[in-house]
């Protein structure tokens, strides 16, 4: 009897199954099409050249220093905005999330608004302002705190400043999704038990928001490491990151191939990446809202 009222179960998903399928193939043609195929294309400009296969594109970034270093760059600013971002985030995050629901909704627009604007908008829009004219030069000459402007522009400062601005918002949201799901009474339990306010925070609250913040600062150095205007607007020659190297390659050089075997090395670097999270925390953390 089990037996035939399990067959029975299975037949009736198998029409679901299939009407799945159907429902996918849009969304998998797409895919193949916009991505699997510009991602495979670039993959194979990267180790074919001149109808045979070739490692000379990678050679040439190993040989020659300057490539490294910009990778190095890339990798470093990279840290940096990361760890600003979740200085500047975490602390948001929390407010936020101890907020009533209708008061942290409110609040987090102001967080999300912003994408509402073009990056390059963004981008122009504190350019303005770290200028030597610009907003606050003028107001720290005006309190007399500097007697010349201060030069946040076209250097790493602004590099810095402009990426953790943009990127500041995606450590907030991760951060936020799951702090709101930690129950408050563990942290007035631990108070109860004469544990004060900051230990209780450090001891219960901190660790079951790491899952936020590792997620946060995953997404936030990946999104970093291939980012462009910003970094090509506000920075300099020194401070040039892997994007800006692979668009001089397609624009100025016309060379796709290296082009490619930069770009395989940004995807390999965030693959690797990918793998040590998921190593050290799991990938299935990434996506968690609820503890």
């Known amino acids: 009897m089990s037996t035939v009222v399990v067959s029975g179960a299975r037949r009736r998903r198998e029409p679901r199954r299939r009407t799945a399928l159907w429902l996918l193939l849009p969304l998998l043609g797409f895919l193949a099409v916009f991505f699997l195929y510009p991602l495979g294309a670039m993959l194979s400009r990267s180790v074919y050249a001149d ?10 970034v190993i040989d020659d220093p300057a490539y490294l270093q910009v990778l190095w760059t890339t990798f470093e600013i990279a840290a940096m905005v990361t760890v600003a971002t979740l200085v ?10 101890r907020r009533r629901p209708r008061t942290a909704a409110l609040l987090m627009i102001l967080v999300v608004v912003p994408y509402f604007t073009s990056v390059l908008v963004r981008t122009y829009a504190w350019m303005v302002l770290l200028g030597s ?9 005006a309190l007399g705190v500097i007697d010349r402007p201060l030069t946040l522009l076209y250097n790493r400062v602004g590099v810095l400043i402009g990426m953790t601005y943009m990127l500041l918002p995606y450590m907030v949201l991760a951060l ?8 408050t009474s563990l942290l007035r339990a631990a108070e109860s038990l004469g544990a ?14 790491r ?28 401070d040039s990151l892997i994007s800006m190297v692979i668009e001089a390659q397609v ?4 060379d796709w191939n290296f082009a490619s075997a930069l770009a ?5 670097s965030t693959l690797v990446l990918f793998a040590l999270y998921e190593r050290l925390v799991g990938l299935n953390r990434l996506f968690e809202s609820k503890l």
């Open 176 to 183: 936020y999704s799951v702090m709101r799901s930690i129950d």
């Open 211 to 238: 899952p936020g913040l590792a997620s946060g600062s995953l997404l936030v150095f990946i999104l970093a490491l291939g980012y462009f205007i910003t970094p090509a607007l506000m920075g300099s020659q020194q």
């Open 251 to 254: 624009e100025t050089y016309f």
């Open 88 to 97: 500047l985030g975490y602390p948001l995050a929390y407010f936020l999330s």
């Open 264 to 268: 395989a090395l940004l995807l390999g």
């Open 196 to 209: 004060s306010r900051l230990r209780a925070f450090w001891r219960v609250f901190f660790p079951l928001s």
């Open 51 to 60: 109808g045979a296969f070739t490692t000379r594109f990678f050679q040439r």
């Open 133 to 141: 004219h610009g907003l606050i030069n003028e107001g720290l000459l």
